[in-house]
């Protein structure tokens, strides 16, 4: 029985008088920091190795070793019904989806229902003894059912950022993060990215045959390029009258830093005629009521989508979804000539390279490249109403 350091860096697990780790890192220093994990090796009775890790204190490292040599001594068939070794997926969802830091996820709905799907499979079968060969089972399972090969990966990195979790927390051994980590994706990266766009004719179609809250969605949408749970979530609080700009809070958006989005005469003439309610902050709502739920408008789309005559959904050919209006946004800003760097911001997008450091655009210079981009829709918009107005003109046959 021995406790060994595992290095923090190439993760081989040594003697803890190790003071260099062969990969040429410094243990000390680390042990220190409380960045080495310990584990204790043992014998089953059986003769088979086991490794439990101790957590991050020699103490406790030597406090669990103390443990299990009298468990040896006492009772050798205790060791060989460690908890860990007998947790069960569906014992190990329910002890992470207790957890507040996962409660706290705007997307916990969605990765509950995905480790459901994990569980409705691998529900019953023991943490500790996964292969990956039953992972690529799984796949195989899923993709006979007709799913698709994105929604399989992503259940299954569900389930892999679960048991991570786990490990962190010593529940798990490091033998089921390796059989995740071994599984190769069904969908190439980026495989499935979406080009849909909307034209400037389908917004003013869709925004005729909408009812007025989901009008209200849209043209904030397809003026400002917000997510709809940023939209779902935005507050009168959150609007800056003084000077014309939305400010989200970290906790609401989801790259979870604060954003400043200009408004402009479309976005403005908006909220300026949505009702205010007396019980409540939320600017976007339904028969007065916030819109709680992630589908919240999604009938609504989809009804004004049928009446416009425009396909929709991920599925149908050419269909198109709420979020393509964020792609349209962007796309749309380009064509107004709208510099990279003020579109990232104004979105959400993270800014690379050096941009990073020495890009720090102030709120005037958001404004002005708002104006450019409202300027050129306003100009689509008038060509649209142009159109439409030769289209609806009756025509006579030549004398």
Known sequence: MAILAECPWCHKKQSIRNRMCSCGNGLVAAKRAKKVRY???YRLPGGKQRREPAGFS??????AEGKRRAQKIESPSILEKVPA????FDELAEWYFGLSQVKKLTSFYRI??????FNRVLGNRIVSSLKPM?????QDKREEEGMAPATIDMEICLAK???IKAFDNDLVDGRTVKAFRRVKRKLRRAGNARRRTLSVGEYVSLLSMSLPHLKAFLTLAFNTGMRTGELRGLRWSHIDREKWVIRLPADLTKEKRPKVIPMNHHVKRTLAGLPRAIHHDFVLTYKN???VTHGGIRNSFITACGKAGIPQGHHAPNGVTFHDIRRTVKTNMVNAGVDQVHRDIILGHSLHGMDVRYMAPSEEDLHRAMSRYTEWLDGQLILQSVDQTVDQTPKTDPE
């Open 39 to 41: 584990w204790v090796s």
């Open 58 to 63: 020699i103490e406790e490292a030597r406090a």
């Open 85 to 88: 070794e007998r947790m069960t």
């Open 112 to 117: 509950k229902q995905g480790i459901a799907n």
């Open 134 to 138: 039953d992972l690529e089972s799984y």
């Open 161 to 163: 950022t679960m048991v």
């Open 289 to 291: 009521e916030p819109i």
